[in-house]
């Protein structure tokens, strides 16, 4: 059972290594400007990488996890100026949040799990999904003296946060796993007719 976490933090720290300028049109020599802050703003919230259709199964059954991925995306670092991404800027957030975060260039693709299980409840129609805390963040990095300044923002998750399970298309959302990404599943996986559907489009309209 996971809860969803949504959190603004807004945080100044001084950088251990500091940004990178580059020099030239070509940005193929740097400097390390040491002692840079850093101030944060950061939000957390659990996501779907891994949606399955829905399938009717009964006790005894074998449930098969097919891990259809589900809007896959990379861990991203961006800067707005013409400048390399500010080193260990990463880890620096990681050290903030206090949770492993997937580096950049690295999918949601990595995380998916495929499995085959029995299925031991009375008859669903089940869901299988799949779910990462990502952690979206902006960052403000000035070097010392003023005279540099570098916005960005990274995009990322929490690699210890993996979470799976199914939403049962035939129960209401009081009788589904308390899970945010339940919501998601009835909604773009349960036909539109379900009791799970009807109940989660009264409680959102």
Same mark, same amino acid.
């Given at each position: 059972? *996971?809860?969803?976490?949504?959190?603004?933090?807004?945080?100044l720290?001084?950088?251990?290594?500091?940004?990178?300028?580059?020099?030239?049109?070509?940005g193929?020599?740097?400097?390390?400007?040491?002692?840079?802050?850093?101030?944060?703003?950061?939000?957390?919230?659990?996501?779907? *990488?891994?949606?399955?259709?829905?399938?009717?199964?009964?006790?005894?059954d074998?449930?098969?996890?097919?891990?259809?991925?589900?809007?896959?995306?990379?861990a991203? !670092?961006?800067?707005d100026?013409?400048?390399?991404?500010?080193?260990?800027?990463?880890?620096?957030?990681?050290?903030?949040?206090?949770?492993?975060?997937?580096?950049?260039?690295?999918?949601?693709?990595?995380e *998916? *799990?495929?499995?085959?299980?029995?299925?031991?409840?009375?008859?669903?129609?089940a869901?299988?999904?799949?779910?990462?805390?990502?952690?979206?963040?902006?960052?403000?990095?000035?070097?010392?003296?003023?005279?540099?300044?570098?916005?960005?923002? !990274?995009?990322?998750?929490?690699?210890g946060?993996?979470?799976?399970?199914?939403?049962?298309?035939?129960?209401?959302?009081a009788?589904?796993p308390?899970?945010?990404?339940?919501?998601?599943?009835?909604?773009?996986?349960?036909?539109?007719?379900?009791?799970?559907?009807?109940?989660?489009?009264? !409680?959102?309209?």
């Amino acid at each position: 059972m *996971i809860r969803k976490a949504s959190v603004v933090f807004l945080v100044l720290a001084v950088g251990t290594a500091g940004c990178v300028e580059q020099n030239g049109a070509a940005g193929k020599d740097s400097k390390v400007c040491g002692g840079a802050t850093y101030e944060w703003r950061h939000e957390a919230q659990w996501v779907p *990488i891994v949606l399955d259709a829905a399938r009717v199964v009964s006790r005894g059954d074998e449930l098969r996890v097919d891990g259809q991925p589900y809007n896959p995306w990379s861990a991203t !670092i961006v800067v707005d100026q013409d400048v390399e991404p500010p080193i260990g800027a990463l880890s620096e957030l990681s050290r903030k949040v206090g949770k492993p975060l997937a580096s950049p260039g690295r999918s949601t693709m990595s995380e *998916i *799990i495929k499995m085959t299980t029995g299925f031991t409840g009375e008859e669903a129609q089940a869901v299988y999904f799949q779910a990462v805390e990502r952690v979206d963040a902006q960052f403000v990095l000035k070097c010392p003296g003023g005279d540099r300044t570098i916005t960005g923002k !990274i995009s990322t998750w929490n690699t210890g946060s993996k979470s799976f399970g199914t939403a049962d298309c035939l129960k209401p959302l009081a009788e589904n796993p308390e899970n945010p990404v339940v919501k998601v599943a009835a909604i773009k996986r349960c036909p539109k007719d379900s009791v799970l559907v009807q109940d989660v489009s009264r !409680i959102n309209p």
